[in-house]
């Protein structure tokens, strides 16, 4: 099931995939509620999902991982092998699974709960728009054994600059955000953030955050 609202500038586009219709209904009443965001696409399965993106080209996908027939995560390491792809979170249960752990691999640029404060949820949706990661602190501690074994315990050899990109990743921000608040081209940061992932042997942003949270530089 999708909707189409229509393209142009303004709030977030986002699509929403939960077999839940309930928790879609939800969702969707808490992010159009708020102005920022346009539900433009609902899904129950990721077969749907897959479609709505298609059709529909959102900001933004927010899905859960267990849907029948394709589930999500299907859908969402086909949508993460993609050039032009969304960016995308999980919606989960506070019990993580081997569904999230590879969803982890794959690059999801987030995870967020579902009972997450209307507020937040909106905030993480806009963040996510701008190129953030966006990691609710509640499961932060729970994805932390499933990332790859061998990292170094610490920051060691970073230099001054490194490291404060670092902390804006770990705290979620985007590119353009940590190059505002450090004085610095976007171009010159994606070039650090390119490093760190190369020096802490991490294939995505949302990886380095985790690293980064377990270190507590947040």
Do not use: C
Not at 28 to 48: I, K, M, N, P
Not at 162 to 171: H, K, S, T
């Amino acid at each position: 099931m999708a909707v189409d609202v229509g393209r142009g500038p303004g709030p977030v586009r986002v699509v929403l995939a939960d077999d839940e219709p309930l928790m879609l209904a939800g969702l969707r009443t808490v992010l159009e509620a708020s102005g920022a965001v346009r539900v433009v696409g609902v899904a129950g399965d990721g077969a749907s999902l897959l479609a709505a993106v298609d059709a529909y080209r959102p900001d933004v996908v927010l899905a859960d991982v267990q849907m029948p027939g394709t589930d999500g995560l299907t859908a969402l390491r086909i949508l993460r092998s993609r050039p032009d792809a969304p960016a995308a979170a999980v919606l989960t249960t506070f019990d993580l699974d081997d569904y999230v752990a590879e969803a982890l691999r794959i690059g999801v640029q987030g995870f967020l709960l579902k009972d997450t404060d209307p507020d937040a949820l909106v905030r993480a949706v806009r963040d996510l728009a701008a190129g953030g990661a966006v990691l609710d602190p509640r499961i932060t501690a729970r994805l932390l054994p499933h990332l790859a074994t061998g990292w170094a315990p610490q920051p060691a050899g970073l230099t001054l600059r490194e490291q404060q990109v670092l902390r804006g990743l770990a705290a979620g921000d985007s590119n353009a955000a940590i190059a505002s608040r450090l004085g610095l081209a976007e171009a010159t940061v994606k070039k650090y953030v390119s490093a760190l992932l190369i020096k802490l042997g991490a294939d995505n942003r949302v990886q380095v955050a985790l690293l980064a949270k377990s270190w507590g530089l947040v």
